[in-house]
């Protein structure tokens, strides 16, 4: 129904705005080349309308999401809108619904979606073919977020909080791109999301720090926390040909992205050495359960004293997040490989890990608590830490005895096969 409300002046409006943009309704739907993937294409036409959903737009992107279901073809849409169109009502504002729905069917076909905020990208678009999709870019100086400018209060009208930037800054977009280096980045991505290969695990990076093995416990624990080992960055960089990255928020202690190593897509969930926080977590079960979805292997960096224990941490519900992350690890069916960097700092290391694939540098370390926390519980003085480091047998050689990891990194990777 084009004019359910009987609107005064509607059919006049939507003459004009079919003249103007030489297009039937708000979004136009194709199949579309972008480098060498072939994929569906949802675009806004902000001039018909402001980019509005009715009735019409709805049922259009649901039959391309149908389309792209039925020839396993990847989502790229594309947003300039204002949200839903006033002159259609509610009717108009159920589409939101529909097109969840058809996000939903894509998700449980492992086909990706990528979408990019243009300027503006606000209401229900946003919060539905928008900021559901898998992966998130957005052009800077856009408005973007869920109040537009002539809904909010005005004295929030230019707030930069309704920003591209501020989106990304807080995690929500992943990625902030020109409009001239979109189809480049696109290609990049689509290239990352498409290649899976579930059934051969990642390969184990090789070791970039110290080789030797360490003297006793307390030692392998001070080496593992030494300012000059290898970080995150440095493996990844080492690693991968490419990689790009998901973001999670701000200060989370974690890398989460997906890098190509021989043309071979592998997502990764990197700790940079920091306590890991509640946002931390959850960007990597993001990513995890990502992962598990399009069928891409997963590599784990595991490199943090600990999770976050401040207050701020126990607000944001760090049990929680945790939690999540252990269950969807455990659930997961693609293969998951983990190489221990630095310090293993108890249940906030282990969240990270391989049930069934867990590597240590000679340089690592992996303990139930760290020595000093130890100390405390057990009343033990201050210079009793060394030896009680030793009885935590945290050296990746005690590990291995013990048959709690599979085994020690050397200066070559390893290639897994199932």
Known sequence: MADPLGWDGYEVSLARARERTGTDEAVVCERAKIGGHEVVKIRFEFGFLGGSVGTGTGALIERALDEARSHRLPVVSLLSTGGTRMQEGVPALRQLQRIARGLALLREEGLPHITVALHPTTGGVWASLGADADVVLAVPGAQVGFAGRRVRPERYADDPAYTAENQYAAGYVDELVTEDALADRLEVWLGLLTGASRDRPADLPRALGALDPTRDGWHSVQRARSVGRPRADAYLDDHFDTRVHLRGGADGGVLCGIGSRGGRPVAFAAQTGTATTPEGFRTATRLIRLADRLGLPVLTLVDTPGAAADPAAETAGAGNAIAGLFGTIAAVNVPITTLV???????????????????????????????????????????EIPALAGELKPRPEDLLALGAIDGIAGSEPVTFVR
């Open 341 to 383: 960097i630095g310090e293993g700092g108890s249940g906030g290391a282990l969240a990270f890990c391989s049930t069934d694939r867990i590597w240590l540098t000679p340089d690592a370390c992996f303990t139930v608590i760290a020595p000093e926390l130890a100390a405390g519980i057990l009343k033990r003085d201050p210079e």
